[in-house]
């Protein structure tokens, strides 16, 4: 039997990430902050079930990392087997692609990102969050 025949070849490019503005990055944090503390934490931060060990979400938060922001909550655990008392979950994304434009995306149960919109504004992005959907804390 004959052996196949090893070649080298060339690594893709990886796609290079735009840094965010100075600028930017302090509106899409103003603006997303007064997403959650008017919209989004009224609506989902309700008072722990009694007599249930269901999870329930006590915060709803936002955080950059690299040309990425992120909305996240932050779950209480209750039950007897808890391995431990909270954990966060991340649920939309906003991906920056320059020219004052993200990519939104959110989380899927599997755990990837699944890209819904791309191209858009901020005001936009910060509308689908907004509306919900699958961009549900």
């Excluded at 796609?15 to 989004?40: C, G, H, Y």
Aim: glycine letters at 8%.
């Amino acid at each position: 039997m004959a052996k196949s025949k090893k070649t080298w070849m060339p690594a893709p490019q990886k796609k290079s990430k735009s840094q965010v503005p100075d600028n930017l990055r302090a509106e899409v944090q103003t603006k997303a902050n007064e997403l959650v503390e008017s919209v989004l934490k009224p609506k989902h931060i309700q008072p722990p079930p009694k007599g249930h060990h269901f999870n329930f979400i006590t915060d709803i938060g936002t955080k950059w990392v690299g040309s990425s922001f992120y909305f996240g909550a932050t779950y209480a655990c209750p039950g007897p087997n808890a391995i431990k008392p909270s954990f966060e979950a991340r649920f939309a994304r906003l991906e920056y692609v320059g020219g004052n434009r993200f990519n939104l995306a959110y989380m899927r149960h599997t755990g990837k990102w699944i890209e819904l919109f791309a191209g858009m504004t901020l005001q936009q992005c910060l509308d689908e969050i907004q509306a919900g959907g699958p961009f549900e804390a």
